[in-house]
């Protein structure tokens, strides 16, 4: 840009150099970029479910070893802390599982966060008058049931892992499940609990798995309703299954 001066010579002032954009370091990154949209954020819901749903159904199977007696369960115990040694210390894949276990959680409720404010975002304004035609009890409490399962986990973690909460002092034992379980579900509010956590857990299952396969791309005319027979067995079986040992306890059939 040329400017006068008072000699009526010019002078070229020299041009200002553009402004330089801030680099956004993981912005060519495919993963990211991926977990950005909805279909991401889905497709990660339903990865990370995959793992959970595994868990869940490993976890069911273990808890009912406690019916073959004593010694099967907490053998079991013993084994989950010491699988994989000499080669590896004893615990250490134990907690690599915890990990994992707690990286899925974490996507997945992160996952279900973003997508429930992007939803609201895209309706700012709720509906005069709204009609769940098309929909089941266990799709419309698949939010608040979600926090009641998070909210479980945290107070089972507390109480049957670490033995913080839900025992007189002095009565748990470490890694003996079968005496802990017995008293633990001997409190009848306690075992109640576990059945209501169950049935919510179990909820969140029957609408998760079906949507989790459809994300995954398993739907069409002729596999819809065969995964939501699936989904829906799958609950029941798990919460049969989860239910099973508080109630055992509860009428004298385990003690």
């Known amino acids: 840009m040329a400017t006068q001066l008072l000699d009526g010579t010019a002078a070229v002032r020299p041009s200002s150099a553009p402004a330089r954009k801030p680099r956004r370091v993981w912005s060519g990154n495919p993963a990211v970029v991926l977990w950005g949209t909805v279909v991401g954020k889905k497709v990660v819901m339903a990865v990370t479910g995959i793992v959970l749903v595994g868990f869940v159904i490993a976890h069911m199977l273990g808890n009912l070893k406690i019916f073959l007696g004593t010694e099967a ?80 986990i945290i107070y089972h973690l507390l109480h049957l892992t670490a033995g913080v909460v839900g025992f007189r002092p002095g009565e748990f034992v470490d890694l003996s499940v079968y005496h802990n379980v017995v008293a633990a579900f001997s409190v009848w509010y306690i075992a109640l609990f576990y059945v209501v956590a169950m049935a919510s857990l179990c909820l969140h299952l029957d609408h998760g798995v079906w949507s989790m396969l459809q994300t995954l791309g398993w739907n069409n005319a002729w596999t819809t309703r065969s995964l939501q027979i699936l989904s829906r067995g799958l609950s029941l079986v798990v919460f049969v299954g989860f239910i099973s040992v508080p109630v055992a306890v509860l009428a004298g059939w385990v003690r």
């Open 73 to 152: 369960i907490d053998e079991y115990a013993v084994f989950l802390r010491t699988v994989g040694e000499p080669a590896i210390p004893a615990g250490v894949l134990l907690w690599v599982v915890r990990t994992v276990l707690l990286v899925c959680v974490a996507l997945h409720i992160t996952a279900a966060v973003q997508l429930t404010r992007m939803n609201w975002a895209a309706r700012p304004r709720g509906y005069d008058t709204k009609k769940s035609i098309a929909t089941t009890y266990a799709a419309r409490t698949m939010r608040w049931g979600g926090v009641i399962v998070v909210l479980f």
